[in-house]
């Protein structure tokens, strides 16, 4: 036995330009599976809407792990590689499903000379296929109460009520307005403002007009609403837009990119209006 049997343990030698041609294979296999996942979700109803949900939850995840995810493992709520899984002292099952993302490598010049960053497929888990499956906890449930509350703080225009508005909602970008029928219930009033904040977003922020948002304010009223458990059965996804079904991948691609970024900033001035009103723990609830 050589010294470099010794070493290794007998196995194989390792070889670099092998070890390189296997990550460029599982790159060029997630990027695959983006692509066909794209191509369903332009002309299924269902198939975008389990995107939407995935997105939702991973609502840092870029677009391309969110399509990832939803096309392995829509249902998953928590995810780490098997190192950070160890590290919590949780294990990962033997029979695990495995799921594909990919996550930022080196930098690199492109040939016009302009930066981009290579990608790695990395294979993470969810916490249902651990030693953790029993310990997942619950998000602090919310009130409608404060997520309406939240909704408000979140708009870049103010709120007004009328009583004869003939939708329940409506983003009026001439006055800066959104006005809201009287007499919703606080599940209808959260979903319907949800949509008309998302679209004031798109107009003051992303200079995007009231009439080429509206799809995309619907879906980020979607995810909104379905992150916080909110009904979201008056949602419909059977039509969608007949230019999806013409898109390239990436114009596509960036469609969704779009509704992350608007997701992003209106959950994360939700977020920041229930902490600034989060009631004080008093001293026997911090024990």
Same mark, same amino acid.
């Given at each position: 036995?050589s010294i470099y049997?010794?070493?290794?343990?007998?196995? /194989?030698?390792?070889?670099?330009?092998?070890?390189?041609?296997?990550?460029?294979?599982?790159?060029?296999?997630?990027?695959?599976?983006?692509?066909?996942?794209?191509?369903?979700?332009?002309?299924?109803?269902?198939?975008?809407? =389990?995107?939407?949900?995935?997105?939702?939850?991973?609502?840092?995840?870029?677009?391309?792990?969110?399509?990832?995810?939803?096309?392995?493992?829509?249902?998953?709520?928590?995810?780490?590689?098997?190192?950070?899984?160890?590290?919590?002292?949780?294990?990962?099952?033997?029979?695990? =499903?495995?799921?594909?993302?990919?996550?930022?490598? /080196?930098?690199?010049?492109?040939?016009? +000379?302009?930066k981009a960053v290579?990608?790695n497929a990395k294979? $993470?888990?969810?916490?249902?296929?651990?030693?953790?499956?029993?310990?997942?906890?619950?998000?602090?449930?919310?009130?409608?109460?404060?997520?309406?509350?939240?909704?408000?703080?979140?708009? &870049?225009? &103010?709120?007004? &009520?009328?009583?004869?508005?003939?939708? &329940?909602?409506?983003?009026?970008?001439?006055?800066?307005?959104?006005?809201?029928?009287? +007499?919703?219930?606080? #599940?209808?009033?959260?979903?319907?403002?949800?949509? #008309?904040?998302?679209?004031?977003?798109?107009?003051?922020?992303?200079?995007?007009?009231?009439?080429?948002?509206?799809?995309?304010?619907?879906?980020?009223?979607?995810?909104?609403?379905?992150?916080?458990?909110?009904?979201?059965?008056?949602?419909?996804?059977?039509?969608?837009?007949?230019?999806?079904?013409?898109?390239?991948?990436?114009?596509?691609?960036?469609?969704?990119?779009?509704?992350?970024? $608007?997701? +992003?900033?209106?959950?994360?001035?939700?977020?920041?209006?229930?902490?600034?009103?989060?009631?004080?723990?008093?001293?026997?609830?911090?024990?």
């Amino acid at each position: 036995m050589s010294i470099y049997d010794v070493f290794s343990g007998g196995n /194989k030698p390792y070889d670099k330009a092998e070890w390189a041609a296997q990550k460029q294979a599982e790159r060029k296999e997630a990027y695959e599976l983006i692509d066909n996942t794209c191509s369903e979700m332009a002309v299924n109803g269902d198939s975008f809407r =389990q995107y939407l949900d995935v997105q939702g939850r991973f609502d840092r995840y870029s677009v391309a792990n969110a399509v990832l995810v939803s096309a392995q493992m829509p249902e998953a709520t928590q995810l780490k590689d098997y190192g950070k899984w160890k590290q919590s002292r949780v294990y990962v099952n033997k029979d695990a =499903q495995k799921i594909t993302i990919l996550e930022p490598s /080196k930098e690199y010049l492109r040939d016009d +000379g302009t930066k981009a960053v290579s990608y790695n497929a990395k294979v $993470v888990y969810d916490i249902s296929e651990t030693s953790a499956k029993d310990r997942q906890e619950a998000a602090e449930p919310k009130s409608m109460r404060e997520l309406v509350s939240a909704m408000i703080d979140a708009s &870049p225009v &103010p709120f007004q &009520p009328v009583d004869d508005l003939e939708l &329940p909602a409506f983003y009026d970008s001439e006055q800066q307005t959104i006005f809201i029928r009287t +007499g919703l219930n606080e #599940e209808q009033l959260f979903v319907s403002m949800s949509k #008309e904040v998302a679209a004031a977003v798109y107009d003051f922020k992303h200079n995007e007009s009231r009439n080429a948002s509206e799809f995309k304010a619907y879906c980020v009223a979607y995810m909104v609403s379905s992150r916080y458990g909110v009904d979201t059965r008056g949602f419909n996804f059977d039509r969608l837009p007949k230019e999806y079904a013409e898109m390239e991948t990436q114009d596509f691609k960036s469609e969704l990119g779009s509704m992350r970024d $608007v997701l +992003g900033e209106v959950q994360s001035e939700m977020y920041k209006s229930m902490e600034k009103n989060k009631p004080a723990r008093n001293k026997e609830q911090e024990r």
